[in-house]
């Protein structure tokens, strides 16, 4: 394994290991120490997440501490103070102001809540972990459950969608078609999906429709139009 020096990386560039004297791109995904630390600078100058009630769910919140109270008490583990809940305000706020974000969503609040479970979870017994893992699996949103509910909202939309060409067709006097509708295919607005799974409280749907979940339910992400497609 070769190590890559980190003012290389800084400027986008690995010398080639093949050793011909060239360089090789990195992953675009990796962004340039230079700009993230200008990034990083200006969310910490510029930014201020603020909590509103209205934007996270703050029943989840009691809940969790009780639980947390809970377990803590009958594992004789580390005791659970409210100032445990305060850290998971700071690194929610901490997390959407990376994000450059106003206020503090649901999203905020689960990834800082994962952090704290599993920080308590691993501070445990070997013993208890897995049990504790069970009992605090409903305060954990895991991909697949984003991804169950999101495919939810979009097979409603396909058949709501079906159900209006139906009748569009049923009124149509002759074979003639428009719109530049091929027969048989469903659309639905990608803007148009985005908007029902803010409802879910679910903010960013780019990773469910490039995954699996979509292909394997017989969908198709059309990005250059904007719009999910499927067959009927």
């Not at 690995?14 to 992953?27: C, F, I, N, W, Y």
């Not at 295919?185 to 990773?207: G, N, Q």
């Amino acid at each position: 394994m070769r190590s890559v020096p980190t003012s290389d990386i800084a400027r986008a560039v690995v010398p080639d290991p093949d050793g011909g004297g060239g360089t090789v791109g990195v992953d675009p995904d990796i962004i340039p120490q230079d700009l993230l630390r200008k990034y990083t600078e200006y969310a910490r100058v510029n930014v201020r997440p603020v909590l509103r009630g209205s934007t996270f769910d703050q029943e989840k919140i009691a809940s969790l501490y009780v639980a947390l109270r809970r377990e803590s008490s009958s594992s004789g583990g580390v005791p659970i103070a409210v100032r445990h809940i305060e850290s998971i305000m700071r690194m929610s706020e901490a997390h959407a102001k990376m994000h450059l974000r106003e206020y503090v969503r649901d999203d905020d609040m689960d990834a800082s809540i994962t952090m704290m479970l599993h920080s308590f979870i691993m501070a445990q017994k070997f013993s208890v972990r897995r049990s504790l893992q069970r009992s605090f699996v409903k305060f954990l949103s895991s991909r697949e459950d984003k991804a169950h509910h999101l495919l939810h909202i979009l097979q409603d939309m396909m058949r709501n969608e079906a159900m209006y060409q139906t009748i569009r067709q049923s009124q149509r006097s002759g074979t003639e078609k428009g719109d530049g509708v091929l027969a048989g295919t469903l659309e639905v607005l990608l803007e148009e999906f985005e908007s029902p799974a803010r409802d879910r409280r679910i903010y960013d749907v780019s990773e469910f429709c490039k995954g699996e979940a979509l292909r394997d339910a017989g969908y198709v992400l059309d990005e250059q139009r904007g719009i999910i497609l499927r067959n009927q």
